[in-house]
């Protein structure tokens, strides 16, 4: 399903119109208006934060601040407190903290967001319109809402007719892949072919076949693909120079101090297998995973996938 939404008042108060820059908070979130107020996280998409809170505490702070960086220089110090993660992870995390990670994170959060307004400014320069005038349309999936109250959706320019005054471009959410400003973030079933099943038994892929849905799905394989070409061009956040050190879910759950909780497919196999929350890091290549949420598991397992490596 879709819909039409302004982006005059995306505001958090008073219901007041802003600027484009203040209605884009970060490079995956976009302020709307709909009867009201409210925002639109991007499905598919992740990309770093600007800002995030640490644990026990409900402040958020920069990630480039003092705080931040002492935490990523190494979240593993005793004076943090316990943090029950697999040794493997552990390890793998090992190979990406210390100084500087979080002033490398927030400099590709601050990118994402620059990237973003871009690409929306352009739009409103191309439909020659103003930001009281453009508006999004908006493609939901499975789940409406995230846990923030935020739409989830793919989202666009609202261009009615396809091929005027230009060819209707992708979707910001394909259009910050492209330009390297966003990781592919691929939740069942919030993606296609998915999200298009006429029910939620018959979007579990058939196991032994998770490549083949991949590379045949338009959709799944544009993205996948857009992902490969960012990085093989080494743009944004795969520039060699200075590439993004932590994914944005990854700083997350750093913050909070707790274990990733969702189950992964490796799209790039067609094998049977789901690894648990803490094998993510197995796959190597963002854009092949496919991360399940803990309530659906025993869904796949019903379907006749093999839990391997699971605590």
């Known amino acids: ?10 505001v958090v108060g008073h ?6 820059e203040a209605s884009i908070p970060d490079g995956d979130t ?3 208006h709909i009867e009201g107020s409210g925002s639109v996280r991007f499905l598919g998409v992740d990309t770093p934060e600007k800002n995030f809170s640490l644990a026990g505490s409900s402040a958020q702070r920069r990630l480039d601040s003092a705080e931040w960086e002492a935490y990523l220089t190494d979240p593993f110090l005793p004076q943090f407190g316990p943090f029950d993660l697999d040794t493997d992870l552990a390890t793998h995390l090992r190979t990406r ?4 990670a979080g002033i490398n994170h927030r400099f590709h959060g601050d990118f994402a967001e620059r990237a973003l307004i871009g690409l929306i400014q352009a739009d409103m320069n191309a439909l020659g319109q103003t930001s009281s005038t453009f508006g999004y349309f908006l493609s939901f999936s499975f789940e409406v809402f995230d846990s923030f109250g935020r739409f989830l ?6 261009q009615p007719n396809g091929n005027s005054p230009g060819p209707r471009p ?7 892949l492209e330009q390297g400003a966003a990781m592919p973030f691929f939740v069942w079933p919030n993606i296609d072919p998915f999200r298009e099943s006429p029910s939620i038994f018959d979007a579990v892929i058939a196991p032994g076949t998770a490549s083949q849905v991949a590379d045949t799905t338009p959709g799944l394989r544009r993205a996948r693909e857009l992902v490969r070409q960012a990085r093989a061009s080494g743009i944004g956040l795969f520039n060699p120079s200075n590439p993004l050190r932590f994914e944005a879910f990854e700083v997350r759950y750093l913050g909070r ?3 990733p909780n969702r189950a992964v497919i490796d799209l790039s196999r067609n094998d049977s297998v789901l690894l648990q929350p803490q094998h993510y890091f197995r796959i190597p290549h963002a854009e092949d995973r496919l991360f399940i949420p803990p309530t659906f598991v ?3 397992v019903s379907r006749g996938w093999r839990l391997e490596g699971w605590a």
Not at 153 to 158: D, E, K, L, P, Y
Request: net charge positive; hydrophobic share 35%; no cysteine.
């Open 15 to 20: 219901g007041q119109p802003q600027s484009l």
């Open 30 to 32: 976009a302020g709307i």
């Open 97 to 100: 903290i210390g100084v500087g």
């Open 1 to 10: 399903m879709a819909t039409y939404g302004r982006s005059d008042p995306s």
């Open 257 to 259: 101090r707790e274990a």
């Open 298 to 300: 025993p869904l796949f």
């Open 153 to 158: 959706a793919f989202i666009n320019r609202h």
């Open 170 to 176: 992708p979707t910001y959410n394909e259009r910050m």
